[in-house]
C-alpha cells in the first residue's frame, strides 16, 4: 500500500518480467514505486509533488532512456535519474552523466546498488524540494515590497551605504533607513549578509 506523503520511484522499463521483479525489490525497501511499460506512458503521469527519482531503462521500444532524459529536461520535469542497461558503454554513461543522470547500472548489478543509488537520489530531490519552497517563499516575500523598496534593497545588497544609496536615489538619508527597515522586515532578514543570500537565491543582481 503507497504511502501518500512518502517519497516514490518510477520505473519505466518496456520488459514485464524486470519491472515486476524491480518494483517487488524497491517495496522490499518500504519505498513506494509506480511502474510504466514505456516513455509515453511516464510523460503522460503528473509531476508528483514530493521527492521521487526515476528508474530508467535505456533500451526502450521506440524512444530511448536517453531520449526521455532529454524530453524531461525539454518540459522543465526535474527528476533524479538512474539508468540501467544490459548495453552500456563509456560514451553513453558520460551522455547521461553530464545530462544531469545520478547513476548509470549495467546488468547484472546488486540489488543494493540499485536500492542505495534509489536512497541516494531520493535525497537529492528533497534538497531540491526544500530548496525550491524556500525559494518561492522567499519570492513571496519579496513581492510584498514596493517598487522604491526594491530599488534600495538592490543598492544595499551592492553593499553601499544608507548615505550612498540617498544620494543615488535623490532622497534623505532618514528616508534610506526607513526603507532598510521595512525591507529586513518583510524579507524577515536578521542581517545584511543574510539579505544579500536572499538575493542571489531570486537572482536579484546588485545594482551598480
Not at 5 to 17: K, N, T
Amino acid at each position: 500500500m503507497e504511502v501518500t506523503d512518502a517519497p516514490i520511484v518510477f520505473v519505466v522499463d518496456d520488459d514485464p518480467s524486470v519491472r515486476t521483479s524491480t518494483e517487488r525489490l524497491i517495496r522490499s525497501a518500504g519505498l513506494n514505486v509506480r511502474t510504466f511499460a514505456s516513455a509515453k506512458d511516464f510523460l503522460s503521469t503528473p509531476r508528483p509533488e514530493k521527492p521521487a527519482c526515476l528508474v530508467l531503462d535505456v533500451q526502450l521500444a521506440g524512444s530511448s532512456g536517453l531520449d526521455l532524459q532529454r524530453e524531461l529536461t525539454h518540459v522543465g520535469f526535474a527528476i533524479p535519474i538512474i539508468f540501467i542497461t544490459g548495453h552500456g558503454d563509456i560514451p553513453m554513461t558520460v551522455r547521461a552523466m553530464k545530462a544531469g543522470a545520478v547513476e548509470f547500472l549495467t546488468k547484472p548489478f546488486r540489488k543494493q546498488a540499485l536500492i542505495d543509488a534509489i536512497r541516494a537520489a531520493l535525497e537529492r530531490d528533497r534538497a531540491a524540494h526544500e530548496q525550491r519552497a524556500e525559494t518561492a517563499a522567499l519570492r513571496r516575500r519579496y513581492e510584498q515590497l514596493t517598487p522604491r523598496e526594491r530599488e534600495v534593497m538592490a543598492l544595499v545588497v551592492a553593499g553601499l551605504l544608507n548615505k550612498q544609496i540617498a544620494g543615488e536615489l535623490a532622497t534623505s538619508e532618514r528616508t534610506i533607513k526607513f526603507h532598510r527597515a521595512h525591507i529586513m522586515a518583510k524579507m524577515e532578514a536578521e542581517s545584511l549578509a543574510e539579505l544579500v543570500g536572499m538575493a542571489a537565491l531570486l537572482g536579484i543582481a546588485p545594482a551598480r
